[in-house]
């Protein structure tokens, strides 16, 4: 069997969704690989570009820095040329395509589905990009939900056969302890907030969001109304996003805040409101209800498939609906409890272990 390379482009960028889906996944295969529980027949080696933010604790799985370039060009030129005769795993990104022998997490379509959520020249690299992979026969996909391979398929025209759906994991969020000061920094101590996570891309739908913030804190009581916060917490990327900056009364936007500083508002909310049009997953979904915080979420796009029957749902597209949601968690002790509890349960089918095993079991059938 070949040598496995895993294309380790993603420790060299800022920590969101895609990049956080590739580190897991990494530690965890490399969990089970020093465990024995894998027993690999090949080596397996992380290759990254010069300039990595933050190297994961590694065990059997070995870090290579390698090439001179960065970004694409280092993706896209550099890399296969460090991989030739191995099996190449891209967890996220744009896979190089001048490696022909390859394994590619997509986690969705957006850029197909939402091409106004991203720029113009972010969205068509990556639509000319996934168009071109998906005409290479011996390339395989992997992808988070089976919302996001009903969505590949549709978009790529791939046969279903080639694409194989590996859900992500919750540990991660349990690993940090949550940092006590971080109340005390953003004004929160003793104030009661709703709680958003995410970037700062329009399918986030924070401007809905913010609008049924206003009209929850108008049927509320005057005290509750005043002393109420919705916190939005994400990291902008305008390179990537087209972006949407909205704010008003009783919003308190953090921007990028460490895994310690998120446990301990994730554990501290009174509820938490994911209001996505679309998703792949939903991580942010995911940690919240493994916190045990209480969720209203979106009946958008893969949400259902990863919330069950553990939090309470609306049509993103209403905010007085999302409004009522919220309202229902405000006002609602016993209804907190119970979706907390379910959340809970609900968030341990989903393991990066689980995951881990799943990606190796596709790459050994390579």
Known sequence: MKPIAINGRFLSQPLTGVQRYARELVVALDALLSSGELDPQQPVELLAPRGIRDAPTLTAIRLRVVGRARGQLWEQFELPTFTRGKLLFTPGGGAPLLH?????????????????????????????????????????????????????????????????????????????ASDPCTLDKLGLRRTPYVLAVGSANPNKNFRALIKAFQLLRAQ????????????????????????????????????????????????????FVFPSLYEGFGLPLLEAMTLGCATACSTSASLPEVGGDAVLYFDPHSPQEMADAIASLLNDAHLRESLAARGQQRSRQFRWSDAARLTWAALQSE
């Not at 939402?114 to 290479?136: F, K, Q, S």
């Not at 109420?228 to 909205?246: K, M, N, P, Y």
Request: a neutral charge; hydrophobic letters at 40%; one cysteine or more.
């Open 100 to 176: 022909r022998n390859h394994v590619f997490t997509v986690p969705d379509a957006s850029v197909f589905s939402t091409p106004d959520a991203y720029t113009h020249l972010y969205g068509l690299w990556y639509r000319w990009h996934h168009r071109r992979a998906a005409g290479m026969s011996s390339l395989r996909f992997l992808t988070v939900s089976e919302f996001s391979k009903s969505e590949l398929i549709h978009r790529l025209k791939i046969d279903p056969a080639r694409i194989n759906v590996i859900p992500e994991g919750h540990e991660h969020v349990l690993a940090i």
């Open 220 to 271: 509320l009581p005057q005290a509750l109304a005043e002393s109420l916060r919705l916190v939005i917490s994400g990291r902008a990327d305008t390179r990537i996003f087209s972006g949407e900056a909205s704010s008003g009364a009783g919003i308190l936007h953090t921007g990028y805040i460490s895994d310690a500083e998120l446990r301990a508002l994730y554990e501290n909310a009174t509820c």
